[in-house]
Nanobody, 125 residues
Framework: QVQLVESGGGLVQAGGSLRLSCTAS????????MGWFRQAPGKEREFVAA????????RYADSAKGRFTISRDNAKNTVYLQMTSLKSEDTAVYYC??????????????????WGQGTQVTVSS
């Protein structure tokens, strides 16, 4: 069992930056690949970024490439999402997920076993 808690969301102007954090407790953090997803009102949860257990492999949605960076610190049991050049369409609740297959960091919601409660990101234009 893994418990995940996201933080760092808030209100930011378009073009601004935010860093989200997700801290895990429970089983060994490095046993999991980690992902960030988001869900806007009326839309399905969608993939944003993922990172393998070691941090060596990262994946990004096309919408995130060049603007967002995922990283992890296994010593702190934390995964980060650094978001820059934010746009109004980035407004959503952002969730972190933990995947029991640690090697790749996959892109489907169904691949993830544990989820946090989410943190709201609102980008004003």
């Amino acid at each position: 069992q893994v418990q995940l808690v996201e933080s760092g969301g808030g209100l930011v102007q378009a073009g601004g930056s935010l860093r989200l954090s997700c801290t895990a407790s429970g089983r060994t953090f490095s046993s999991y690949a980690m992902g960030w997803f988001r869900q806007a009102p009326g839309k399905e949860r969608e993939f944003v970024a993922a990172v393998s257990w070691s941090g060596a492999i990262t994946r990004y949605a096309d919408s995130a490439k060049g603007r967002f960076t995922i990283s992890r610190d296994n010593a702190k049991n934390t995964v980060y999402l650094q978001m820059t050049s934010l746009k109004s369409e980035d407004t959503a609740v952002y969730y972190c997920g933990a995947e029991s297959n640690p090697y790749f960091g996959r892109v489907r919601v169904s691949d993830y076993d544990y989820w946090g409660q989410g943190t709201q990101v609102t980008v004003s234009s």
